[in-house]
């Protein structure tokens, strides 16, 4: 499915989801666009105590690895967010993170259960779900690369 078709699906789903809105005709916080950090610094950049749901893919030429997980505190929470690194495929080592996806509400949204994987054309995709405290999930949240 391409990603045209994917964004008007969600389109169409949109007024479906936005039941539960706090205000009426306003946007759950949990379907607000996380934000994607490259090459995070300081305290993002480092390791989390609590880490969970890893996955790994390896791109078409064999050479690079891309690991994700969650975390973030002690436990399942609402501060979580994703992790990516990326690495050499052939000794299965990688090194700093090149990504962080977290909520701009940090806090009262979580992203958690990344998946990372690659397609027949050789993308790589990374997946995540969000959700705010007191909300069942708000769907699956999804980018990626033409060029890994």
Known sequence: MSPRIIAALFAALAPAMRAGAAEPGAVPLAEVPAEIVVKPAGALAKGRP?????????????????VAWYGNGVDENYDNYVMVATGDARTL?????????????????????????????GRVYISWCQNAEGHRPRGTWCIYTDNP
């Open 50 to 66: 609590y880490q969970g749901t890893p996955s790994s893919v390896v791109t078409a030429s064999g050479q690079k690895l891309f």
């Open 93 to 121: 080592r990688f090194g700093d993170l090149k990504l962080v996806i977290r909520s701009p509400h940090l806090g009262k949204v979580r992203c958690y259960d990344p998946a990372v994987w690659r397609d027949a054309s």
